[in-house]
């Protein structure tokens, strides 16, 4: 059975730090670009993040940039997201997402950050 | 960035009864491969999405044949012929034709 499972998250400070993590199982994981998809309280999705299979390319959302940074290790079958200087807009539920050629098919539980002093 | 925009964003149906939802994008979403990458999620209460209909108009694994889309180019829709109990959640469009990948704003079904 193809799973995702999600780790990290947490009570932040703004301008702090946090890396969230996913384990990926049922599948090959190095078949597959994956992508981070964020979702703030009682609002809608938002695409953050997406790296490809190879991991030669990564996109993130303009208010990231600069901030964080997707990476995948395919020894572990893990995908990352290293987040800096945390702001109180970046609280929200992240998802992490299997694509299959753009179809985000496969969504994690889901792992709350929250951004306040 | 390419704009989703969903109508309506709530809609109350009675249980039997069929229900639509409109995608409208502000550009073409047909990619340079030829696809075009519209797909639909559904995001039950207290549930992480699922995706229920990709590339327009394929139902994936899973998805109940009551279950239907279609659309070209900018406009889009999703169909439930027969609306159940376990249908209510919200509805997102989701174009990843382009970067940023982009939602629409949700359009909220619940049961009248």
């Known amino acids: 059975e193809e799973q995702i499972l999600q780790s990290g998250g947490g009570l932040e400070q703004p301008g702090g730090s946090l890396r969230l993590s996913c384990a990926a199982s049922?599948?090959?994981?190095?078949?597959?670009?994956m992508s981070w998809v964020r979702q703030a309280p009682g609002k809608g999705l938002e695409w953050v993040s997406h790296?490809?299979?190879?991991?030669?390319?990564?996109f993130y959302v303009d208010s990231v940039k600069g901030r964080f940074s997707i990476s995948r290790d395919s020894s572990k079958n893990t995908l990352y997201l290293q987040m800096n200087s945390l702001r109180a807009e970046d609280t929200a539920t992240y998802y992490c997402?299997?694509?299959?050629?753009?179809?985000?098919?496969?969504w994690g539980q889901g792992t709350l950050v929250t951004v306040s002093s | 960035d390419i704009v989703m925009t969903q109508t309506p964003l709530s809609s109350p149906v009675t249980l039997g009864q069929p229900a639509s939802i409109s995608c409208r994008s502000s550009?073409?979403?047909?990619?340079?491969?030829?696809?075009?990458?519209l797909s639909w999620l559904q995001q039950r209460p207290g549930q992480p999405p699922r995706l229920l209909i990709y590339?327009?108009?394929n139902r994936f694994s899973g998805v109940p044949d009551r279950f239907s889309a279609s659309g070209a180019g900018t406009d889009f829709t999703l169909k439930i012929s027969r609306v159940e109990a376990e249908d209510v959640g919200v509805y997102y469009c989701?174009?990843?034709?382009?970067?940023?990948?982009?939602f629409g704003q949700g359009t909220k079904l619940e049961i009248k």
């Open positions: 550009q073409s979403l047909v990619h340079s491969d030829g696809n075009t990458y």
């Open positions: 989701m174009q990843a034709s382009q970067v940023p990948y982009t």
């Open positions: 590339k327009i108009s």
């Open positions: 049922g599948f090959t994981f190095s078949d597959h670009g």
């Open positions: 997402v299997k694509e299959d050629l753009g179809d985000l098919s496969l």
């Open positions: 790296i490809t299979r190879s991991a030669r390319s990564v």
